[in-house]
């Protein structure tokens, strides 16, 4: 269903988080699961998909208008990350991928410390 996705895993995305220009992280899962498990970094930015279903591309910050602009989407297990990247991608940014298994992977494969849900 997704296998046009581009998608990093999660040990290259904390290789890329720790680089001297780390990519914008995009997550799109809802307040209650950032309560939960949330990856730190400078560059997160929080936009539920509720919230981008509603605003769309209006709802991105001024960062996002440089459509060059590295960007990794992630949610909980990665499908709504890989629908987001989709979209995205039709509406022309070329440097976008998606977490594949999400947020729940990178807990899993690199840092539990984040928590679990």
Known sequence: MFSEIPEIDP????QRMNAINP????DVREPWELELAKLSSPN???LPMSVLAVDQF???PPE???????IIVICHH??????????MMR???RNVL????????FATEVDPSIGFY
């Open 64 to 70: 996002f208008g440089d459509k060059n602009v590295e």
């Open 11 to 14: 040990s290259e995305l904390a």
């Open 91 to 93: 509406g022309g940014w």
């Open 98 to 105: 998606s977490l594949k298994g999400g947020i729940d992977a």
């Open 23 to 26: 990519p914008y992280l995009l």
């Open 78 to 87: 990665g499908v709504r990350s890989a629908s987001v990247t989709k979209w």
């Open 44 to 46: 997160l930015v929080t």
């Open 58 to 60: 209006e709802a991105f």
